[in-house]
């Protein structure tokens, strides 16, 4: 419990400070989300290799590191919401919509990173500061496994949320 706190602390200290440091012309830009969803997109590179790396060690042991982990880019979306998901926010995504055709939306209806803000509506158009460092590290995770994406979020109630993942193909 202590390390999510710490968690929730140190990205609203980043959020913070990324946009105490900005310029005006930044902040209207556009950019210190930019620095955000990069900062994210680095933490999810990471993430993946470190849990990757444990699934190799666990596989490894029972002598299946033959089998294909992922069979197809679903697999790898269930991955996302299930295990990476769980590392990070200790909780699984809690509905995974696809339309089949590249496009997958990730719904948290009580995501933690917009919990300590007010449910109302006046703090809605701020939301979006403290998406983007988790648009980073949903992308950054999805490129450490070999998928190319454009993340974005959206939110129409606090603190639920819908993450939009398009697929770019190669």
Known sequence: ?????????????????????????EVENGRCITKLENMGFRVGQGLIERINTVLLLVNLFRFTKDTARFKDELD????????????VFKKQIDNLRTNHQGIYVLQDN?????????????????????????CGLIRGGLSNLGIKSIVTAEVSSMPACKFQVMIQKL
Request: aromatic share 14%; with cysteine.
């Open 76 to 87: 790898i979306m269930k991955f996302i919401c299930k295990d990476f998901w769980t590392t």
């Open 110 to 134: 009580k995501f933690r990173l917009l919990t300590q803000m007010s449910a109302g509506k006046q703090y809605l158009e701020h939301a979006s500061k403290y998406l983007a460092f988790t």
């Open 1 to 25: 419990m202590a390390d999510e706190a710490l968690f929730l602390l140190l990205h609203n200290e980043m959020v913070s400070g990324v946009y105490k440091s900005a310029e005006q012309g």
